[in-house]
């Protein structure tokens, strides 16, 4: 049998058939300027990080004229020696204003600086909230793609929900378990914490929100805070007003016992070191002893009593947690090796005063 042999008019059919509608393609819709105005607004920030995978780096954006810049409550702000980077370049020394864990946010402010462009926060809340189905353009200075002048990243993709935030980091649930943007690109990478999404004209939709992931299925949350949820803060907060909320400490029987007393608090950010372990207790079951320094809990760094104590005192009984520490070795290579420990907490024992 043989094959049926294609004509010139066979082939003019299929191309009929395939290009119905032939002519010139519609021009790809470009955001570039769009971009350019919003990456003015932007900032990068550079402080605390390098353990454990965190970065030493975040985003920002600019949302007063003389210097106020709007991110995220993140680790990379707990140093005294903040730098800011604008987007013409030049690096500035930043210092924390004020932060509100409740919102998962803070204020940075910039001093000797003027006529900066910037996002009205206010006017921004007072218009329609995006939608599920929006269009949506989001920067960031993740992955540190920007150390100077250059601009921040930016992608493209849309709303695809808003919902409550019931996300965990480690035991512990995320502060901000409000209202959020869910968004079908994969924004909330490393350094994009921080950052902002707009509407495709520019307009300020929301924060981009710390990165999320599920160890287990390696997925992340990808969501932004809307703007109309930061308003008050970032108002009252470059007005001096702000007071952080109190949010309520578990009842005395309800912090988890681990059986750790860490040397004593002296100065501001005193080294979390080990002074003493009870024996026969959680973190002497895991392997802690005596002159330990705690790095890290559960991947969140910790340079200081304080904090070591800040997430501990939010942790209840049954909570396990992961705790990174470095211990002095001769045989090992610098001195040192890490401990890596497990400690499952449990109710106080009876008479049992609580550790410091």
């Known amino acids: 049998m043989r094959g049926q042999r294609c004509t010139p ?28 105005s919003v990456n003015s607004r932007m900032v990068k920030l550079f402080g605390a990080g390098g353990f454990q995978g965190l970065a030493s780096y975040g985003s920002g954006f600019l949302v007063s004229a003389d210097g106020y810049i709007l991110t995220t409550a993140s680790h990379v702000l ?47 809340a007072k218009l329609p909230a995006a939608r599920p189905g929006d269009w949506v353009l989001a920067f960031s200075n993740e992955f540190q793609i920007a150390t100077g002048d250059e601009p921040v990243s930016v992608q493209k993709g ?37 950052g902002m999404i707009t509407a495709r004209d520019g307009r300020p939709l929301g924060m981009i929100g710390k990165e999320l992931r599920n160890a287990l299925t390696n997925t992340w949350i990808n969501y932004a805070v809307p703007i109309q949820a930061l308003a008050t803060f970032v108002e009252k907060g470059k007005r001096g007003e702000y007071r952080p909320a109190v949010r309520s ?29 009870v024996p026969g207790s959680p973190a002497a079951r895991a392997g ?31 909570a396990s947690i992961k705790i990174e520490a ?24 009876p008479q049992q005063e609580q550790p410091k």
């Open 9 to 36: 008019h066979t082939l003019l059919a299929v191309a009929i058939l395939l290009f119905p509608l032939a002519g010139p393609l519609p021009a790809q819709e470009s955001f570039s300027d769009v971009a350019a």
């Open 78 to 124: 707990l140093t005294d020696s903040l730098r800011v980077h604008l987007a013409d370049g030049r690096r500035v020394d930043g210092h924390v204003a004020v932060m509100e864990p409740e919102l998962d946010a803070a204020l940075v402010k910039i001093d000797k600086v003027e006529n900066l462009p910037y996002f009205d926060i206010a006017a921004a």
């Open 158 to 194: 849309a709303i695809a929900a808003v919902a409550k935030l019931h996300g965990r980091r480690g035991v512990f649930e995320v502060p901000y378990s409000g209202d959020v943007y869910i968004i079908d690109a994969v924004t909330n990478n490393i350094g994009s914490s921080g």
């Open 249 to 277: 400490a578990p009842a005395e029987g309800e912090i988890g016992y681990h059986g750790l007393t860490l040397v004593p608090n002296v100065v501001e950010k005193t080294p979390p070191f080990v002074e003493s372990v």
């Open 288 to 318: 802690l002893k005596s002159d330990d320094l705690i790095i890290s809990i559960d991947g969140q760094q910790v340079p200081s009593i304080k904090a070591v104590v800040a997430i501990l005192s939010r942790a209840r009984p049954g």
């Open 326 to 349: 470095r211990r002095a070795d001769t045989q090992a290579a610098g001195g040192e090796r890490l401990i890596n420990a497990d400690i499952v907490l449990v109710n106080r024992p």
